[in-house]
């Protein structure tokens, strides 16, 4: 099994900057996209982020050049670091990994998520 550990959410001015860390521990043999989505009140969870396992990433429409999505792998982490934020941005902000583990190739598994509120 494959747990999430999310931190790094709160309650940010307009223009501020939140860092979000989302760390997976458990029977890891891989893990292959490490990403970034969220939900907003009355809203569909979207795609935020995602950096799979060669190092690309992926960004939506809504946050190119303002967040940037980082892993470090020694400790199977991903970050988000998120600048310029926007009320817009206010959302729930889920952690998604998918990890092979033992007998459970590829599958994914979900953060509890994290409040991310922008407001002043």
């Known amino acids: 099994q494959v747990q999430l550990m999310e931190s790094g959410g709160g309650l940010v001015q307009p223009g501020g900057s939140l860092r979000l860390s989302c760390a997976a521990s458990g029977s890891i043999l891989s893990i292959k996209y490490m990403g970034w989505y969220r939900q907003a009140p009355g809203k569909q969870r979207e795609s935020v982020a995602g950096?799979?396992?060669?190092?690309?990433?992926n960004y939506a429409d809504s946050v190119k050049g303002r967040f940037t999505i980082s892993r470090d792998t020694a400790k199977n982490t991903v970050y988000l670091q998120m600048n310029s934020l926007k009320p817009e941005d206010t959302a729930v902000y889920y952690c998604?990994?998918?990890?092979?583990?033992?007998?459970?190739?590829?599958?994914?598994?979900w953060g509890q998520g994290t409040q991310v509120t922008v407001s002043s």
């Open positions: 998604y990994v998918v990890a092979d583990a033992p007998m459970r190739p590829s599958v994914g598994y």
């Open positions: 950096i799979i396992s060669d190092g690309s990433t």
